[in-house]
């Protein structure tokens, strides 16, 4: 067996910070649930509807949004379930290759939700083609679950009324290069806007 020597940077093995790792993943958790009712707030007849709601709140009436939740909640599950199944993939990983990982942190961002999660090496990976292996199998199922999500909502959507769509500038949606990418080519051209209709109501 011919044994490999791979240089890492000191910190491969980090102490946790656990508060404020908690903090951050909590915040991301926040995030995540922000950008689950996001869209449908930018959808006006829905918007109009929490508008409706909110004027009962300040009449000192029983205000009613658990629609709202209902719409929102498959899109929190899904965001999360992704996280969740990158995390495990890196795991399962991990465990053939007798390797510890840290507790997964979540990253937030107000854009996309969640940015990513960030997963540390207990112990040092025993070689290079584990370190890879390890760090992979994460984004891989990531993808993976992500084109679930995309066929399954394309799906749902054929069979929805539209009044209830999420709606998303095109700008959220292109974040991510991939995703932009299979969405466009999904609607046939529909995300190709001309240059000058870029921030217009047009």
């Known amino acids: ?55 009962l709140a300040d009449a000192n009436m029983a205000p009613d949004l658990s629609w709202l939740t209902e719409l929102s909640l498959p899109l929190f599950a899904t965001f999360v379930s992704i996280q969740v199944i990158h995390e495990l993939a890196h795991r399962a990983a991990a465990a053939f290759y007798d390797v510890e990982l840290s507790v997964p942190t979540w990253v937030p961002s107000i854009i996309t939700g969640i940015t990513s999660s960030v997963t540390t090496f207990k112990t040092p990976p025993i070689s290079r083609k584990a370190l890879f292996d390890v760090s992979l199998a994460g984004p891989l199922a990531g993808m993976m679950a992500s084109l679930v999500a995309i066929g399954v909502g394309s799906q749902l959507t054929a069979s929805m009324d539209a009044s209830s769509f999420p709606a998303l500038p095109l700008e959220i949606l292109r974040q991510s290069t991939l995703g932009g990418a299979i969405i466009d080519n999904t609607l046939s051209g529909v995300l190709g806007v001309p240059e000058g209709a870029m921030g217009t109501s047009a």
Do not use: C, H
């Open 1 to 55: 067996m011919q044994s490999i020597l791979y240089v890492t940077g000191p910190d491969i093995v980090r102490e946790p910070k656990r508060v404020a790792l908690s903090i951050t993943s909590a915040m991301g958790i926040a995030t995540s649930w922000y950008l689950s009712l996001y869209p449908f707030l930018l959808n006006p007849t829905l918007s109009k509807r929490v508008d409706e709601q909110l004027a």
